[in-house]
Nanobody
Framework: LQLVESGGGLVQPGGSLRLACEVS????????TTWFRQVPGKEREGVAC????????NYADFVKGRFTISRDSAKNMVFLQMNNLKPEDTAVYYC??????????????????WGQGTQVTVSA
């Protein structure tokens, strides 16, 4: 199983970025894929999750209305569209994959498969 993120970069406040996560080596149809983020000195926090069974989504309160998670099942890809970015969104963003854990989706300890991360920097 391999997860590869892409799409990070430097963007001004109010701008947008689209992150992509490609999952290979595993069938994603009975699991969930989740985006996390982490800044130095802080714990990894769940951002958004999408079920690979029915497309059900969950979002952290701090991104609701700004970020959208989506998937392309045929290509085993999951995306995170980030709009109206704020400086506090600056972090390394990771995608993670495992069995769907429902309401515990934002807890990093439930995920055993991680990508290498992509840096997102929001700065003027």
């Amino acid at each position: 199983l391999q997860l590869v993120e892409s799409g990070g970069g430097l963007v001004q406040p109010g701008g947008s970025l689209r992150l992509a996560c490609e999952v290979s080596g595993f069938t994603v149809s009975y699991s969930a894929t989740t985006w996390f983020r982490q800044v130095p000195g802080k714990e990894r926090e769940g951002v958004a999750c999408i079920s690979n069974v029915d497309g059900r989504t969950n979002y952290a309160d701090f991104v609701k209305g700004r970020f959208t998670i989506s998937r392309d099942s045929a290509k085993n890809m999951v995306f995170l569209q980030m709009n109206n970015l704020k400086p506090e969104d600056t972090a390394v963003y990771y995608c993670a994959f495992d069995f769907d854990v429902g309401s515990a989706w934002s807890r990093a300890e439930y995920y055993h498969h991680w990508g290498q991360g992509t840096q997102v920097t929001v700065s003027a």
